[in-house]
């Protein structure tokens, strides 16, 4: 669904890391996307994603309801986070393959932990060692820049969080129901009867409305 919105906005998507489950899915999927008003539109997906559906493996037609967990995090710059590397440890192993099965003979996969925060970040996707690292650097930035944001956020007054929400990950934002062909946003109260449209990446009938929310608050605010 957000590889179809970037490629309509003209923006381009590089995954970083996947972990697929072995049945058709995925545990966690981290990738990065690049062009102009990227943050600004897709900041508004942070949160909880719940799916209603009636799985092909389900004989009484029972709807199962699983979630999916969003974050957005703005690409950190070296300038905006300090990082002491003797808080840094690096691991280099072999990059996986869909099953499990290693796909290199060279170990170019990198994973880094900063010990103070336990913060992990991995890239596996590039075949050089010196370009995942990079790239999981550039992780590992963007999320200690968002932990700290969380932080300094927290410390504000919780009266200061909007109607649209606070973009707390815990928060369930939307609703994907399949027997319905419906699509709701429970922040603005938006529902879609088109459920195949939205998944082909037309969400600009949510973001617009929260976008435009967003604006009127920090307006309010100001």
């Not at 037609?61 to 995090?73: N, Q, W, Y």
């Not at 690292?133 to 919780?158: N, Y």
Request: hydrophobic residues 35%; proline residues 3%.
């Amino acid at each position: 669904m957000y590889a179809r919105y970037a490629q309509a906005k003209g923006w381009g998507v590089d995954v970083i890391d996947s972990n697929p489950t072995g049945i058709g899915g995925f545990k966690e999927v981290v990738f990065e996307v690049k062009g102009r008003g990227a943050f600004s539109r897709l900041k508004h997906e942070s949160g909880g994603h719940r799916v209603q559906r009636v799985p092909t493996t389900e004989t009484q037609g029972r709807i199962h309801t699983s979630a999916a967990t969003v974050a957005v995090l703005p690409e950190a710059e070296e300038v905006d986070v300090e990082i002491d590397p003797s808080d840094l440890r690096i691991d280099i192993f072999h990059a996986s393959g869909h099953g499990g099965q290693n796909v290199q003979k060279v170990a170019t996969a990198v994973r880094i932990i900063h010990n103070p925060t336990g913060i992990v970040a991995v890239c596996q996707d590039e075949r050089s060692q010196l370009k995942n690292r990079q790239r999981a650097m550039a992780v590992l930035r963007a999320r200690l820049l968002d932990r700290e944001v969380s932080r300094q956020q927290e410390e504000m007054a919780a009266s200061r969080r909007s109607q649209v929400g606070s973009g707390d990950r815990s928060e369930k934002v939307r609703t994907y129901n399949f027997p319905q062909n419906r699509v709701t946003d429970h922040r603005i109260g938006v529902t879609s009867h088109n459920l195949e449209r939205i998944l082909l990446g037309e969400l600009d009938e949510f973001i617009d409305e929260l976008a435009a929310r967003e604006q009127a608050r920090l307006l309010q605010e100001a």
